[in-house]
């Protein structure tokens, strides 16, 4: 996939759709076709014939999926299939991601009433559907990840689970923070491209957290709680030199490190938000972003972490680490996302593991 030109714009290369071409009989990824027909079977499914080609039949889609196997959780599907099942993706599906993707449009409504959803989307290459859970109807809400194993360790710990991660190649998730600078600037550039869905989130959560979008600057240097001010030589470093990064927000849900902000007062409550909205929007920020690793920093009980730890990463081929800090007894508040700030620093700079603040758990969680 390509790279971002633009973070703080939103803005991103994306490739061509490859030209459809005839199909012939073969085996995929998820079964066998035919060059001719309509019909779809267990296992099996037949390309729209070319002179029936024109508008997408997503009804094609849902029948297929519906007929996969019930141990079958995951389907992938290449973009020449996905496009032959239907009968024509259309180029909106590349030009509009991620939004094309998500909301109530007929397209999503075909995977989702067979009982998946679309959880690693590459345009142009392919579209991995996982399966939702045992009734279809339930659809948009995840099924529960196995425990994650915690690895608690000390300034003279184990953290090769880390140390072996690139943080340049790894999506970099870390919280928001209760204290923010003031003031900004009126002129902003062009926000960040996000579903409808999060935007109407967004917009029902405005009065609750006291927003004010009057004055905006970037949403990484918004933020200056103790996180922010011990890690900010590496924060800056990391956002001026384009690694992935998001940031888990009360007020706006998920933010790109350069994306235009206001002042808010509200820390995130994932009861605000759509049932398996933020954690499909994680997934694909790391699918947008190319990578294959995912590492979030956040206190153990807040519903920062808990957002991350149920998260599907694994069913979307990700590894992913959870950091947190245990064990401090006294002014949590300050010294919990201050260590977090110095964890960070640590795993950016690649510093060895006695540099790493006393009580850091990594929790791997893929």
């Known amino acids: 996939m390509s790279r971002p030109a633009d973070i703080g714009a939103g803005l991103m290369r994306i490739p061509r759709t490859p030209p459809t071409t005839p199909w012939h009989r073969g085996t995929t990824s998820t079964g066998t076709c035919t060059d001719a027909g309509t019909a779809i079977t267990r296992g099996k499914w037949a390309a729209v014939p070319s002179e029936s080609r024109g508008r997408a039949d997503w009804a094609r889609l849902t029948a297929f999926l519906t007929a996969r196997p019930e141990d079958e959780d995951l389907v992938t599907l290449s973009w020449a299939e996905l496009d032959q099942i239907v009968g024509g993706v259309p180029a ?186 933020l954690e499909e929007l994680l997934i694909a920020e790391a699918d947008r972003r190319n990578v294959s690793a995912v590492v979030a920093f956040a206190a153990a009980k807040t519903d920062y972490a808990k957002l991350v730890r149920r998260t599907p990463w694994r069913s979307a081929g990700l590894m992913a680490c959870l950091v947190t800090i245990n064990g401090v007894s006294k002014g949590a508040q300050r010294e919990v996302p201050r260590r977090l700030g110095h964890a960070f620093t640590c795993f950016w700079q690649r510093q060895p593991a006695g540099r790493y603040p006393e009580g850091t758990t990594v929790e791997r969680l893929a």
């Open 92 to 277: 909106s599906a590349v030009r509009h991601y991620p939004q094309w993707w998500h909301g109530d449009r007929s397209h999503v409504r075909a995977w989702k009433s067979a009982g998946y959803t679309a959880v690693r989307i590459r345009p142009g290459q392919s579209v991995t559907f996982r399966r939702s859970g045992g009734n279809p109807a339930a659809h948009g809400t995840w099924r529960r990840q196995e425990k994650p194993t915690a690895v608690s360790t000390t300034s003279n710990g184990d953290l090769r689970t880390l140390q072996e991660i690139d943080p340049r190649d790894a999506l970099l998730v870390i919280p928001c923070s209760g204290k923010k600078r003031t003031h900004g600037s009126a002129e902003s550039s062009e926000a960040a491209s996000w579903p409808s869905e999060l935007l109407a989130a967004r917009a029902r959560n405005r009065a609750a957290a006291k927003m004010d979008e009057q004055q905006l600057m970037p949403a990484w240097y918004r933020y200056n709680g103790w996180f922010y001010t011990t890690a900010e030589a590496s924060l800056r470093d990391a956002v001026f030199t384009g690694a992935p990064l998001a940031i888990l927000s009360g007020g706006y849900g998920l933010l790109h490190p350069e994306e235009p902000t206001g002042h808010y007062n509200k820390a995130m409550r994932l009861t605000d938000w759509p049932t398996g909205l």
